[in-house]
């Protein structure tokens, strides 16, 4: 799963919209539990028509597509990339943010100078996406810092979302021996992944005073038929999850909301047209608008209206 690496990215080909109205038929019949079922939480402040929402996150939410789907994107115009956030926001009505960044690492959310896997910088380059390529919203310094700024001074944000962590794994997947398919290289990872998420969520909340909703948003599974890269996503769902989980937050299941689209397709993410698909024939990691439509109903699915 490489969401963000700048030489290796891209939209797709969405399934046919039978399949599309089946999914989310399907989709509709799960239950998406709030991660917090206190009282503080459910006293926050519902999202509405015109109010502003905050997304947060890597190349998934800003709606990075790889360099050789068809037809070729264009890095240039950051609005020809509509992810999750946009979809959501259209549907409420509300003043999209979005300030993600592709191949942001939890590390580098919260600092510009550690390793990215292709935001601020990339393995064996100092160059990454952001020095190339305009982001969805322009901004100095981290994008942590950015967020905690704009919070304190837009008190009309009633919606934060957050999607990181996968470039972590990406990043462990690039630099061990063996592909970071030991327990203790996860481990490791989880482990960093985990503190990163808490400092994250805690400065959302503290330093930002930011007192409304926020939304963890889940990863998909690149492919629900591997028992491996299924039993690595969840493990950093729920890493992420339960780092954030004492902060006041919502979980939004994006690996849920996808799944029941690939049952037919025994579980093959790229072949139900929810992930894109490379000129070479090849899969790549980023959803197609059909997959980022389902993250964006498991967003709304998620909030308090």
């Known amino acids: 799963m490489a969401y963000g690496v700048v030489h290796k990215t891209a939209a ?9 109205i089946a999914a989310l038929a399907a989709a509709s019949l799960l239950c998406f539990a709030s991660a917090s079922a206190s009282a503080r939480s459910r006293a926050r402040p519902p999202v509405s028509h015109g109010s502003t929402y905050l997304a947060l996150g890597d190349s998934v939410t800003f709606g990075y597509e790889e360099a050789t789907v068809v037809p070729a994107p264009n890095y240039h115009d950051p609005r020809s990339f509509v992810a999750y956030p946009e979809l959501a926001g259209r549907e409420l009505r509300l003043k999209v943010v979005n300030a993600a960044c592709t191949g942001e690492t939890s590390a580098s959310f919260i600092n510009t100078s550690a390793q990215s896997n292709g935001c601020e910088n990339s393995l064996g380059s100092k160059t990454g996406y952001r020095t190339l390529f305009p982001l969805h919203v322009r901004y ?4 942590l810092a950015f967020a905690v700024s704009y919070l304190r001074s837009h008190r009309r944000v009633r919606l934060v979302s957050l999607m990181i962590g996968a470039n972590d794994l990406f990043l462990c997947q690039h630099t061990t021996p063996d592909g970071c398919l030991s327990s203790s290289e996860q481990q490791a990872t989880l482990a960093k992944i985990s503190r990163n998420v808490k400092r994250i969520v805690s400065s959302i909340r503290k330093r930002a005073r930011y007192g409304g909703q926020l939304v963890i948003v889940n990863y998909f599974s690149l492919n629900y038929g591997s028992s491996l890269i299924d039993g690595i996503t969840r493990a950093l769902n729920s890493t992420v999850d339960s780092a954030a989980r004492p902060y006041g937050i919502k979980v939004a299941d994006g690996f849920g ?18 992930i894109t698909r490379l000129s070479s024939g090849k899969c790549g990691v980023h959803p ?8 964006a109903y498991a967003l709304l699915r998620a909030i308090r209206f």
């Open 140 to 143: 100095r310094g981290s994008q």
């Open 12 to 20: 797709g080909i969405g399934p046919r919209r039978p399949l599309l």
């Open 288 to 295: 197609t608008r059909s997959g980022h439509s389902l993250l």
């Open 257 to 274: 909301a996808l799944e029941p689209a690939t049952r037919i397709f025994g579980g093959d993410t790229c072949a139900a047209g929810l």
